[in-house]
């Protein structure tokens, strides 16, 4: 359905709007389910955790519920596909929601920020009527991809929202955001899945995944930290075997061996998804569990691991939006993250 690409989307997997199934995530669920039928839905859901868990696909999925007008059976969000609502919001054509996100420039390349003139159109959309007489939805897919003046730009228009007004805001890591932001959201923290919801959610995409290795799903799964998305990228080409190097690097720090980085990227070279998708999965997943606990290493001071995280984000965003060379990618990632576990 996606004609134009669409950033940190996976190449052949649909678009999270194009999700009708979501799957796992029932407290939140139940959450804005009651919040609903009691009529306090909030105005803003901050709608934060680990890449690739569903936030993007729970965003759309109360999207098309509020644009339905709430119809769904009790204790569900679901909306059936042949709804209007669920139709329009697949295309981007409903006139009641606003998607903010990157999208190809004249050139056809991504921006590696979702540019501030973007997010002025809040205040216009917000500031007319609904076309359908119900409620206006923004969607921001994500928030860690708006630089400060586009934050405030968004802030106006949340600090007062008109009546029947309601903000999805995805973030990866919503405790860097603008307090000022976070303070006028209710937060909607998505956890990992279960490995048996990875492999459901795989074999929900296996119909227009026809090429996926159903044998490596469970795999795939119990390495994916609970992600959809590091699960797809371990099915690419050689997503697991770059995850299983990418490991054993990251366990040698600071001490890693120049030419075990140049043979990792060498395995990168060419690839647009899979490979290169896996290598910067497992370094963000090495970092998270660092920030969780999961992981205990002395040296490497916690005060750091938000900077050391943006870095990472920005140089694998930058490498994939300009096809930068992928053996520069991997030393300067591990470069950041020797300085980071130096004492």
């Known amino acids: 359905m996606s004609e134009l690409p669409e950033a940190d989307r ?51 999925h109360v999207a098309r519920f509020v644009l339905a007008n709430g119809a769904a059976p009790a204790h569900s969000l679901d909306v059936d596909a042949s709804n209007p609502a669920a139709r329009q919001v697949a295309a981007l054509s409903h006139p009641d929601l606003l998607v903010l996100r990157r999208t190809p420039n004249d050139s056809g390349k991504l921006p590696s920020m979702i540019p501030a003139e973007t997010v002025r159109r809040v205040r216009s959309f917000f500031g007319s009527t609904a076309a359908l007489g119900g409620w206006r939805v923004c969607v921001v897919d994500t928030l860690d991809e708006m630089n400060a003046q586009g934050a405030n730009a968004l802030l106006k228009t949340l600090e007062e929202p008109p009546e029947r007004s309601l903000f999805l805001l995805v973030s990866h890591a919503p ?77 040698t720090l600071p001490g890693t061996d120049p030419k075990a980085l140049h043979a990792l990227g060498d395995s990168l070279q060419g690839d647009r998804g899979g490979a290169l998708e896996s290598f910067v999965a497992t370094v963000e997943l090495w970092i998270s569990d660092h920030a969780t606990g999961r992981r205990q290493s002395p040296a490497l001071r916690l005060a750091r691991l938000p900077e050391v995280w943006d870095k990472v984000r920005r140089a694998a ?16 990632i591990f470069a950041t993250l020797n300085e980071a576990v130096r004492p």
């Open 317 to 332: 965003v930058d490498a994939d939006t300009y096809n930068l060379d992928r053996k520069t990618l991997v030393f300067r």
């Open 10 to 60: 996976l190449p052949g997997a649909p678009a999270p709007r194009e999700r009708q199934r979501l799957i796992g995530h029932e407290e939140a669920i139940a959450m804005v389910r009651e919040a609903w039928d009691a009529g306090r839905l909030p105005h803003a859901l901050l709608i934060g955790g680990p890449e690739g868990v569903g936030k993007a696909t729970f965003a759309y």
């Open 175 to 251: 405790g860097r955001l603008l307090p000022t932001i976070r303070s006028r959201c209710r937060m909607v923290p998505l956890r990992g899945l279960a490995p048996g919801q990875v492999v459901a959610a795989l074999d929900d995409l296996a119909a227009s995944m026809p090429d996926l290795d159903r044998a490596r799903f469970e795999e795939a799964a119990e390495a994916s930290e609970g992600s959809v998305r590091a699960a797809l990228a371990l099915l690419s080409g050689d997503g697991l075997a770059v995850r299983r190097a990418t490991t054993a690097l990251l366990d």
